[in-house]
């Protein structure tokens, strides 16, 4: 059972462009939400959080955005470049010290 | 401040074999948490320790183990290899609320990419 979902294995967009990462997950009793960064031959890094009582947190070009009726988050990364190409994954949490990840979207940033 | 360290970086062992992975989280981070990521299965949690005790684990086999010491570094160790533990090892490290409980952030060390022939 899956409980944490990307369902887009792969995006592609032009540099300068707004990239929309999206996520579904199932279990309501997640009440924090993740999204990390990775390249190959290293760690998932961190990029921005929110929790289940926020709908909206943003950092810099990192904005999530969390609808709990639908159980969706997603990240838009605005204006995109091409240091953002690497794997993106969402990450759920319910219980600290335990994520439970998406199985991660490659984004790819055009020049 | 440094992250999260693992070592060895790169592992090759036989079927039937043990091994052991180290991992030394960022300083002050008392809360360690292991992951498994393979291409078919994603990333998927195998146990948090904090305060040299286990108190979270995944759904893997006995013979995933773990533990950690006092100074909050903390090892893995896997028995009797078989070909489906090939895998990346992942170790994460997270800061702690006063009253220990821990921060969801968790940040990455580089991870160990073990392979089993």
């Known amino acids: 059972d899956q409980q944490v979902k990307q369902n887009s294995p792969s995006l592609s967009v032009q540099e300068g462009r707004i990239s929309i990462l999206n996520c579904d997950y199932t279990?309501?009793?997640?009440?924090?939400f993740l999204w990390y960064k990775k390249y190959p031959a290293e760690g998932p890094t961190f990029l921005i959080s929110?929790?289940?009582?926020?709908d909206k947190n943003e950092d810099g070009r990192f904005t999530v955005f969390l609808n709990k009726s639908a159980k969706h988050l997603s990240l838009h990364i605005v204006p995109s470049q091409p240091g953002d190409s690497a794997v993106y994954f969402c990450?759920?949490?319910?219980?600290?010290?335990?994520?439970?990840f998406g199985q991660g979207t490659t984004l790819q940033v055009k020049p | 401040k440094a992250g999260v360290t693992q070592t060895p970086r790169y592992l090759i062992k036989t079927r039937g074999q043990q091994v052991t992975l180290s991992c030394s989280p960022i300083?002050?981070?008392?809360?360690v948490s292991w992951y498994q990521q393979t291409p078919g299965q994603g990333l998927q949690f195998l146990f948090e320790?904090?305060?040299?005790?286990?108190?979270n684990k995944g759904n893997f086999p006995g013979r995933f183990s773990g533990r950690q010491f006092s100074n909050s570094r903390s090892e893995m160790n896997v028995s009797t290899l078989e070909l489906g533990d090939s895998a990346l090892y992942l170790c994460?490290?997270?800061?702690?609320?006063?009253?220990?409980?821990?921060?969801?952030?968790?940040?990455f060390g580089p991870g160990t990419r073990l392979t089993v022939l």
């Open positions: 300083s002050g981070h008392r809360s």
């Open positions: 929110i929790s289940s009582i926020k």
């Open positions: 320790y904090f305060s040299e005790t286990q108190r």
């Open positions: 279990n309501s009793m997640f009440d924090y």
């Open positions: 990450a759920a949490s319910r219980m600290r010290g335990k994520l439970i």
């Open positions: 994460a490290s997270s800061l702690q609320l006063a009253g220990g409980t821990s921060y969801n952030e968790q940040f």
